[in-house]
């Protein structure tokens, strides 16, 4: 009986903020600021992304754009156990649909 790899040992899960034009980055930081003053402290300047790297060549298996760094945060968790206990085929079946790097 042979073992199984986990994604983990090919994969892993960073977060990142999203690369933006300089205007839409501008515009970010204008509402960010707004938001604040207005005493909404939920909206992100940077809009975060969890990423799933290969560690051989560093390319990108995965990306998610997500709202908020809670919700990015949360979703960073949820991805790294996937990798720790699923096999890379088992991971790229489960995340398939949420890819947003096609």
């Given at each position: 009986?042979?073992?199984?790899?986990?994604?983990?040992?090919?994969?892993?899960?960073?977060?990142?903020?999203?690369?933006?034009?300089?205007?839409?980055?501008?515009?970010?930081?204008?509402?960010?600021?707004?938001?604040?003053?207005?005493?909404?402290?939920?909206?992100?300047?940077?809009?975060?992304?969890?990423?799933?790297?290969?560690?051989?060549?560093?390319?990108?298996?995965?990306?998610?754009?997500t709202?908020?760094?809670?919700?990015?945060?949360r979703?960073?968790?949820?991805?790294?156990?996937?990798?720790?206990?699923?096999?890379?085929?088992?991971?790229?079946?489960?995340?398939?649909?949420?890819n947003?790097?096609?």
């Open positions: 009986m042979t073992e199984e790899t986990h994604a983990s040992a090919d994969y892993e899960a960073r977060l990142e903020a999203v690369e933006a034009s300089p205007l839409k980055a501008a515009g970010r930081w204008v509402v960010a600021l707004a938001s604040a003053t207005l005493g909404d402290g939920e909206f992100e300047a940077n809009e975060p992304q969890v990423v799933v790297h290969s560690r051989v060549d560093d390319s990108v298996l995965l990306s998610i754009h709202a908020s760094l809670e919700e990015a945060e979703l960073i968790v949820q991805i790294r156990e996937d990798l720790e206990s699923m096999t890379i085929e088992e991971f790229k079946d489960e995340w398939e649909a949420a947003d790097n096609r």
